[in-house]
């Protein structure tokens, strides 16, 4: 079974600045897939970004970027010019890939992100 | 706006009652997940369904169960609730299997009292 790990519960910046969201997993799979989704105070779990594993580029999307380490089973999050718009739960999560089907997302427990004016 | 609809949004219901929530997918995606958030358990992945065939299964109670119709909308049926199964329950769908995104609905926030 995969295990995700988000180690900060909670994490606060100023609006402008530069933040990166830790996340580890652990599993034995080798095709996988690694997402970080946001759930603003909506509670809608928006995607922001994807990566897949047998890619060693890391993936970026305007303002969010990650850092993929699949050695260290590390992949983090870094959100640039953070906005007041990016206050909300942060969750990593993991999906293995595999062609017959999927166990689903495996989600870490979160990260409560909050950008400060 | 994901183009996942779920109803009912808020649902309040008392012990021992059964409910079903209902999904219905983006349109053109044929796989179904549902998943439940709470605050001590976060959230876990119940069950998938795939053009109408149950794909994987995960942390889903006996008391629960599901099925996908064939216009591919999803139903959740959860009975003899207990205090424990208020949550708040997110449908996903993506178009196949292990496609690797998902696109949630706004979810479903069930309270048992």
């Known amino acids: 079974a995969q295990t995700v790990t988000q180690s900060q519960p909670e994490m606060s910046v100023q609006e402008a600045e530069t933040v990166t969201l830790s996340c580890t997993y652990d599993t034995s799979e080798n095709n996988y897939y690694l997402f970080w989704y946001k759930q603003p105070p909506s509670r809608q779990m928006i995607l922001v970004i994807r990566?897949?594993?047998?890619?060693?580029q890391n993936a970026t999307e305007n303002r969010f970027s990650v850092n993929f380490q699949k050695a260290a089973k590390s992949f983090s999050l870094k959100i640039s010019d953070s906005q007041l718009g990016d206050t909300a739960m942060y969750f990593c999560?993991?999906?293995?890939?595999?062609?017959?089907?999927?166990?689903?997302?495996?989600f870490g427990k979160g990260t409560h992100l909050i950008i400060q004016p | 706006d994901s183009g996942v609809t779920q109803t009912p949004k808020h649902l309040i219901t008392a012990t021992g009652q059964r409910v079903t929530l209902r999904c219905s997918p983006r349109?053109?995606?044929?796989?179904v997940y549902w998943y439940q958030q709470s605050l001590d358990q976060g959230l876990q992945f119940l069950i998938q369904y795939y053009n109408g065939e149950e794909r994987a299964k995960g942390n889903i109670l006996e008391r629960f169960s599901a099925q996908q119709f064939p216009d591919l909308h999803s139903e959740l049926n959860l009975s003899s609730l207990e205090l424990g199964d208020s949550a708040l329950y997110f449908c996903?769908?993506?178009?196949?299997?292990?496609?690797?995104?998902?696109?949630f609905g706004e979810g479903s926030r069930l309270t048992v009292l």
């Open positions: 999560a993991f999906m293995k890939h595999s062609g017959g089907g999927a166990d689903g997302l495996t």
């Open positions: 996903a769908s993506s178009v196949g299997l292990a496609t690797g995104e998902l696109f």
């Open positions: 990566q897949e594993a047998y890619k060693q």
């Open positions: 349109s053109g995606d044929l796989s």
